[in-house]
């Protein structure tokens, strides 16, 4: 790894922490600053996407979000973000299919679940809604124990 690049992770973890603690603007600005480093960091580009989200910046959040899918198009929360950014723009449609693809790499990730019940729930499609909230209650009980 050279040193850009781990020097993009350590200050991509920085704004993790900063994001976690509620400092938004701070967070951002050190994965802008993880990218200008390293721009293929997929991590730094899904993480400043989700915080954009937790903004209103949701047309910037998708393409943050889908940027770090083209990166590592097997990145299971970045999909998850992404199709819960759709679902708040009211792209219920390729908020399903975002969320479906999470599940599809990723069949015990349980929040992926959880936000397509809330996409069913828009749609109106009860049963499905149903099926992924026992899905969703179902791995998040096995994984207490």
Same mark, same amino acid.
């Given at each position: 790894?050279?040193?850009?690049?781990? &020097?993009? =992770?350590? $200050?991509?973890?920085?704004?993790?922490?900063?994001? $976690?603690?509620? #400092? +938004?603007?701070?967070? $951002?600005?050190?994965?802008? &600053?993880?990218?200008?480093?390293?721009? !293929?960091?997929?991590?730094?580009?899904?993480?400043?996407?989700? =915080?954009?989200?937790?903004?209103?910046? %949701?047309?910037? /959040?998708?393409?943050?979000?889908?940027? /770090?899918?083209?990166?590592?198009?097997?990145?299971?929360?970045?999909? #998850? !973000?992404?199709?819960?950014?759709?679902?708040?723009?009211?792209? %219920?449609?390729?908020?399903? /299919?975002?969320?479906?693809?999470?599940?599809? +790499? &990723?069949?015990?990730?349980? &929040?992926?679940?959880?936000?397509?019940?809330?996409?069913?729930?828009?749609?109106? #499609?009860?049963?499905? /809604?149903?099926?992924?909230?026992?899905?969703? !209650?179902? +791995?998040?009980? #096995? !994984?207490?124990?």
């Amino acid at each position: 790894m050279s040193e850009a690049v781990q &020097e993009a =992770v350590d $200050i991509c973890r920085r704004g993790t922490i900063h994001w $976690i603690r509620g #400092n +938004l603007d701070r967070a $951002i600005s050190l994965f802008d &600053e993880a990218i200008s480093l390293d721009p !293929n960091c997929s991590r730094a580009y899904c993480n400043r996407g989700s =915080v954009l989200s937790m903004q209103g910046e %949701f047309k910037k /959040a998708i393409t943050d979000l889908s940027k /770090a899918i083209r990166l590592q198009p097997k990145y299971v929360r970045a999909y #998850n !973000n992404r199709g819960f950014v759709y679902q708040k723009l009211g792209e %219920f449609d390729k908020a399903v /299919a975002d969320l479906t693809e999470a599940i599809r +790499l &990723e069949p015990n990730y349980a &929040e992926a679940y959880f936000n397509r019940a809330l996409v069913y729930d828009h749609q109106h #499609n009860l049963e499905k /809604a149903a099926l992924d909230r026992a899905k969703y !209650n179902e +791995l998040k009980t #096995n !994984n207490k124990g």
